[in-house]
């Protein structure tokens, strides 16, 4: 019998207090493209986009909260919390092991995500750059990356 690795795997990625809805319409766009289960954001609603040429936001489970703590408390059960951020504690993504089951949440690209979001997030990951990327270009290589054939934890 053959095992499928990617058996009861899921993943959503999304935004906190995204700055300009043209991002996450890219981002959408790049989640529907490489196999996420659903999009979200936090504080900043989505509208449609023209960069959202899919209408992902239709295509796939879109979730909004209005506060970080509304959204950790309906995390999927679980599903860890992977924070992307420039920080001193982030891992390297090139060597991380994506979880299985979980929940990618970026910030936006001048203030990065809140204080708490930091520290509830089960894991943090960061490329090997000086400076910040785009929101949507920073999302859409975190879940190229899942797309790889790398262990998963």
Same mark, same amino acid.
Request: net charge neutral; aromatic share 12%.
């Given at each position: 019998?053959?095992?499928?690795?990617?058996?009861?795997?899921?993943?959503?990625?999304?935004?906190?207090?995204?700055?300009?809805?043209?991002?996450?319409?890219?981002?959408?766009?790049?989640?529907?493209?490489?196999?996420?289960?659903?999009?979200?954001?936090?504080?900043?609603?989505?509208?449609?986009?023209?960069?959202?040429?899919?209408?992902?936001?239709?295509?796939?489970?879109?979730?909004?909260?209005?506060?970080?703590?509304?959204?950790?408390?309906?995390?999927?059960? !679980? =599903?860890?919390?992977? &924070?992307?951020?420039?920080? %001193?504690?982030?891992? #390297?993504?090139?060597?991380?092991?994506? *979880?299985?089951?979980?929940?990618?949440?970026? !910030? =936006?690209?001048?203030? &990065?995500?809140?204080?708490? %979001?930091?520290?509830? #997030?089960?894991?943090?990951?960061?490329? *090997?750059?000086?400076?910040?990327?785009?929101?949507?270009?920073?999302?859409?290589?975190?879940?190229?990356?899942?797309?790889?054939?790398?262990?998963?934890?």
């Amino acid at each position: 019998m053959k095992v499928d690795n990617f058996t009861n795997e899921f993943f959503g990625i999304g935004i906190q207090n995204g700055k300009t809805p043209e991002n996450l319409g890219v981002l959408w766009r790049s989640a529907q493209n490489l196999g996420a289960s659903f999009i979200f954001t936090i504080g900043n609603r989505y509208a449609k986009q023209a960069s959202d040429t899919h209408n992902a936001v239709k295509a796939m489970p879109y979730f909004h909260y209005d506060t970080f703590t509304d959204f950790y408390n309906h995390l999927p059960k !679980g =599903a860890r919390l992977v &924070g992307v951020e420039m920080h %001193a504690t982030s891992a #390297s993504l090139e060597t991380f092991e994506h *979880p299985r089951r979980c929940v990618y949440l970026l !910030g =936006a690209e001048d203030h &990065g995500l809140s204080k708490e %979001a930091i520290e509830k #997030s089960h894991f943090l990951v960061q490329f *090997p750059s000086e400076m910040s990327l785009n929101v949507a270009v920073a999302g859409s290589i975190v879940l190229y990356d899942r797309t790889r054939t790398k262990p998963r934890s």
